[in-house]
């Protein structure tokens, strides 16, 4: 069983930056990949980011890349994204999500999910 906390969500102006974190319970963190996914109101939730459990193998989303950088601590039991350049169509809830073996942009193949933190970026 694994849980998941979001934080660091909130306003940013565009052009922005903000670093999301989720702590993660359980003492094999290092054995589940990790994934940040958003939902946008109106829109269905999509992958954004996702990293291996070593930490070695990324996977971004295209209107993300170079702009966003997922990183994990696994002394510390937490992943990381970081977000710059933020823009308006970035404002979604961010999402949290692990699952068993290797990293994967179909959130139907995550089995724990945090609670979600908002992200809201102003023109």
């Known amino acids: 069983q694994v849980q998941l906390v979001e934080s660091g969500g909130g306003l940013v102006q565009a052009g922005g930056s903000l670093r999301l974190s989720c702590a993660a319970s359980g003492r094999t963190f290092i054995s589940v990949a990790m994934g940040w996914f958003r939902q946008a109101p109106g829109k269905e939730r999509e992958f954004v980011a996702a990293?291996?459990?070593?930490?070695?193998?990324?996977k971004y989303a295209d209107s993300v890349k170079g702009r966003f950088t997922i990183s994990r601590d696994n002394a510390k039991n937490t992943v990381s994204l970081q977000m710059n350049g933020l823009k308006p169509g970035d404002t979604a809830v961010y999402y949290c999500?692990?699952?068993?073996?290797?990293?994967?942009?179909?959130?139907?193949?995550?089995?724990?999910w945090g609670q979600g933190t908002q992200v809201t970026v102003s023109s």
């Open positions: 990293i291996s459990g070593s930490g070695g193998s990324t």
């Open positions: 999500a692990a699952r068993r073996g290797l990293p994967r942009e179909d959130e139907a193949e995550y089995e724990y």
